[in-house]
């Protein structure tokens, strides 16, 4: 038997495997409802499988197949894929900081605008490169800032915009680019959260000099970890690879030699002519690289973005219709103009409730409802941000309120429309039962 046809046998074998598991029931109060998780299927299983069996161990065939991919899916001439997605965002803030762009490299000291109310990798990197955080607000029931509260934070060293969309609601990012422009700022969209989603009919990560996404199970597709840094510049791509790939000058892929044909002909630096071109270092880099495994299941995974996305907004839609109107709760909305593609379910209980995040919480809990805190709250009250180097712009209220009164449950494509509808009536059921005996 050929090695082909017991490669085929053992992926009929892998397929047939996870086809003979029993289909989960559903056990209202028993059966976890996740606030998030992985979607996937006997395509995902036989994509790793095929790739282990060819042993592609380092970043090969697949990652530049899911490179593409990703660039056809955003429209973007580059994509680098990365170990995860607070790599892509230490990567893309690093190459903005890099000798290489001369006078519109950011430098020590220069301010980078920021929301205060969001996850803490969107600004770690910030901090990481000696930059300063403009933290600015946001509003409650969007989650994301404003274009006017942006504009506001801008000074003479502020030097770039670096923001998330919240849970997949975009924020109002053709603004903010425009803003951007007109104030000669870099913009990079933190699109982890937000795959398929969409403002004024265009994709987000598609409005910034650089998008970044995260491939962590939680996310809208996974490799288990993982991420990417997109961009149409390619300067940036360059210098973006140059930081992933220890800071070396040669662009070799992993397993070549001398793509550009003059491998022993450089004279860089102060070192020898000559000296190998593969060994030459233009950048302090890290080996922010993924695997080809991870590229494989990526690869596999890109083309449900579609469904997964069409099945989050009817969790979500079903949530926001179950819970409308319900008393002493902030419910979330879509940006106008925007159709996002829903990471969670926010909810904030107002203060004057009848009732606290705490116990409606403890109640979804004892259910067997996950629920999740809005990332970081306020983070400039983290221990992590204690005696930093940073600015606030106004008031951060809201992000306050958010600190402690917000959560989120889940929306992801692993919830089916049983457990949301369950999940709908286990909140309605408690508020209801804490306003009638306020009554």
């Known amino acids: 038997m050929s090695a082909d046809s017991d490669k085929d046998q053992i992926l009929e074998l892998t397929r047939k495997y996870g086809e003979t598991g029993a289909a989960e029931e559903f056990v209202r109060g028993v059966t976890p409802i996740w606030p998030s998780g992985a979607a996937l299927d006997q395509d995902d299983r036989v994509a790793l499988v095929a790739a282990a069996l060819d042993m592609r161990i380092a970043a090969g065939v697949s990652a530049r197949k899911f490179e593409r991919g990703l660039t056809n899916l955003f429209g973007l001439r580059k994509a680098h894929l990365t170990n995860s997605g607070s790599s892509a965002n230490l990567l893309a803030l690093s190459a903005l900081c890099s000798r290489q762009l001369g006078d519109r490299r950011l430098r020590t000291g220069d301010e980078v605008i920021t929301v205060a109310a969001g996850f803490p990798t969107t600004v770690n990197p910030i901090v990481q490169n000696g930059l300063v955080p403009v933290f600015v607000d946001v509003e409650l029931g969007t989650y994301n800032t404003t274009v006017e509260r942006v504009a506001t934070a801008v000074s003479p060293r502020t030097r770039a915009i670096a923001m998330a969309h919240t849970l997949g609601n975009p924020y109002q990012v053709a603004e903010i680019a425009a803003l951007a422009e007109k104030h000669d700022l870099f913009l990079v969209e933190d699109n982890c959260d937000a795959v398929g989603s969409t403002y004024q009919g265009r994709l987000t990560g598609t409005f910034g000099h650089f998008a970044t996404l ?166 400039t009250r983290h221990p992590a941000y204690l005696e930093r180097d940073y600015r606030i712009s106004g008031e951060l209220s809201n992000a306050d309120i958010i600190t402690d009164h917000t959560f989120w449950v889940g929306v992801y494509p692993g919830l089916s429309i049983e457990k949301i509808d369950y999940l709908a009536e286990s909140i309605i059921e408690f508020v209801k039962g804490r306003t009638r005996e306020v009554v």
């Open 214 to 379: 995260s491939f962590y199970p939680a996310h809208h597709i996974t490799t288990g970890e993982g991420g990417c840094v997109l961009t149409n510049d390619l300067k940036l791509a360059r210098l973006v690879e140059q930081l992933r790939d220890w800071g070396r000058d040669c662009w070799c892929e992993p397993g070549q030699d001398n793509t550009c044909f003059k491998r022993f002909d450089y004279q860089l630096g102060t070192l020898p002519h000559g000296y190998d071109h593969k060994y030459i270092f233009s950048e302090i880099g890290y080996n922010l690289k993924t695997t080809d495994l991870q590229a494989a299941l990526g690869l596999s995974q890109l083309s449900k973005v579609p469904e997964f996305g069409e099945i989050r907004r009817r969790n979500w839609n079903q949530l926001r219709k179950a819970l409308d109107r319900l008393p002493g709760l902030v419910l979330p909305e879509a940006t106008p103009g925007s159709d996002p593609s829903w990471f969670g379910f926010v909810l904030t209980v107002l203060p004057d409730a009848p009732f606290t995040r705490q116990e409606l919480v403890a109640f979804l809990e004892q259910r067997r409802i996950g629920t999740r805190r809005l990332f970081g709250g306020n983070l």
